[in-house]
Every structure is written in structure tokens, then in C-alpha cells.
């Protein structure tokens, strides 16, 4: 089970941080990843990093503002956003999976979902 918190609104420029805790065992080859679903559109990808190594990769829109993270200890992800934008609003989904991959089939365990709102 993932259960996601840390999510709210915030003005454009402004900063929030999303924590996914994973309840159950994580084997180190997992692959944990964030994905996002705005209003009327598809659920789109936005980081991942390996359980066991610290190996992340990043949509081209969210590079250099997201930060993607983990607590072994704590079995927790987070996710890092700086300098938000109008356009980040969405429901923010954590993912467990076990491929270094960034589409939405290479993952079967998912959040409920947390709504971030950036008003510009």
C-alpha cells in the first residue's frame, strides 16, 4: 500500500513537498516513481528513483525545480517541487514497480492520489 501526503495550494514561485510512505517490504530492486494527472488529461510521469541506488531520472518539464528522494529506513519518497508554476496542478500519484521505466504500465502499485493547486 502507498499512501501519498504533503499535498495543498500554493502561490506560483512557491514550494511543497510530497512524501509517499510504502507500508510492506520494498525489495532494492524496485523502482519508485511519481506520476501526475491534471484535469482532462492523461496521467503523466514526472520522476523515479531507484530503491537500492541512487539513480534518478526526470520529465524534461519539472528538471531543475523536482527533486525526487527516499527514506530507506522509513520506507518513504519524496518529491521535492520548487518554483512552482500554474501549470504543475494535478493530482500527484506515488508508483512502485520493478523497471527503470517511465510509462504508467511498467508500475503496479499506486497512491490515492494527493491534489496540488498552484494559483499564478
Known amino acids: 500500500q502507498l499512501v501519498e501526503y504533503g499535498g495543498g495550494s500554493v502561490q506560483a514561485g512557491g514550494s511543497l513537498r510530497l512524501s509517499c510512505v510504502a507500508s510492506?517490504?520494498?525489495?532494492?530492486?524496485?523502482?519508485m516513481a511519481w506520476f501526475r494527472q491534471a484535469l482532462g488529461k492523461e496521467r503523466e510521469f514526472v520522476a523515479l528513483?531507484?530503491?537500492?541506488?541512487?539513480?534518478?531520472l526526470y520529465a524534461e518539464s519539472v528538471k531543475g525545480r523536482f527533486s525526487i528522494s527516499r527514506d530507506n529506513a522509513a520506507n518513504t519518497v519524496f518529491l521535492q517541487m520548487n518554483d512552482l508554476k500554474a501549470e504543475d496542478s494535478a493530482v500527484y500519484y506515488c508508483?512502485?514497480?520493478?523497471?527503470?521505466?517511465?510509462?504508467?504500465?511498467?508500475?503496479?502499485?499506486w497512491g490515492q492520489g494527493t491534489q496540488v493547486t498552484v494559483a499564478s
Open positions: 510492506g517490504r520494498i525489495f532494492s530492486s524496485s523502482v
Open positions: 508508483a512502485k514497480g520493478s523497471q527503470y521505466a517511465t510509462d504508467r504500465s511498467s508500475y503496479n502499485f
Open positions: 528513483t531507484r530503491w537500492s541506488r541512487t539513480s534518478t
